[in-house]
């Protein structure tokens, strides 16, 4: 098992939770997200 240094792993969630906001937003409203990049 690896163990990431804080930085990493709080690193790691933070992508994690952008990519799930992101799908979350797109599937609410599609428009919108194209627009926000």
Request: aromatic share 22%; proline share 3%.
């Amino acid at each position: 098992m690896v163990l990431y240094g804080n930085e990493d792993y709080y690193f790691f969630l933070l992508r994690e939770l952008h990519s799930i906001f992101h799908f979350y937003s797109e599937s609410q409203t599609p428009l919108k997200a194209h627009c926000d990049d």
